[in-house]
């Protein structure tokens, strides 16, 4: 049962129309609440990176995203100097007779200072919502780097000394699981699982999303997509496959599922060529249901 607390997560997101179950609304009070990175883990398209966009939203604060992908470094995800910008302003104070210790204490200070996404959060002047999404796609020595900053929430460049955190940020990282993550950035976060949602709560989120849909079709839609997921594919569609597919059936003024436009639309909602054949192959057992 929840408190008054939880109920205003969960009436939170609900303005923001996105469905939350008991588990998704407890896990995003306690990380707002006690300040404590969530870890979201799921297969991909299920809504893990809308959490933090609904937060961002709800609370009226900047979303900073960190896109990790292999071979991230942290110049990417800290800083960099704006050298062009640095021998420009070099160029310009040739000839004034300035020491070289005033010159570098010039060029190497905030103004020439490329902030990149943790960076950005930990300067921000009103606490950001923190997204690192897919950290599963970074190398292992990425994530250790990253334990470093998120349990000081500081930063030392050489050049001007430490920086700390005047608001930590809210901190949502998610994971597809392509590889598994440390023990050690498990022990620092809340964790959250999120699978493929069943189909009353999938209605429900096609119904939120796409308020003018036909409720038959919806349903038509969502039985479909639970017959799906039970298939063998190769790539198994997500929540956000459903809502494209929805989108793409309301602009064409379908009310239901004709077999010749559900052919039509396959490549919407399968993004690999053996998957299409798959379905077609088997269209009638789908609609018949």
Known sequence: MFSNETEQIQKMLEEQNYVADSAIIMSVYLAKTLHKPLLVEGPAGVGKTEIAKVMAKALDTDLIRLQCYEGLDANMA????????????????????????????????EDFLL??????????????????????RSDEEFESFLLEILSEWQITIPEIGSICAKEKPYVILTSNRTRELSDAVRRRCFYLWMDYPEYEKELAIVRSKIPGIDRHLAEQICVFMEMIRE???????????????ARALVTLHQDH??????EATLGIVFKNRM??????????????R
Request: net charge negative; charged share 35%; glycine share 4%.
């Open 275 to 288: 998957d299409v054949e798959h379905v077609k192959d088997s269209m009638t057992d789908f609609l018949s």
């Open 231 to 245: 298939q063998k594919l190769e790539k198994v569609p997500g929540v956000a496959e459903t809502l494209d597919w």
């Open 115 to 136: 902030k990149r996404p943790l960076l950005q959060a930990i300067t921000n002047p009103k606490p950001p919502v923190l997204l690192i999404d897919e950290l599963d």
């Open 257 to 262: 599922l004709d077999p010749e436009m559900v």
């Open 78 to 109: 800290l800083y960099e100097w704006n050298y062009q910008r640095q021998l420009l302003h070099i160029k310009l104070e040739e000839g004034e007779g300035k020491s070289l210790e005033e010159r570098e204490s010039t060029i190497f200070s």
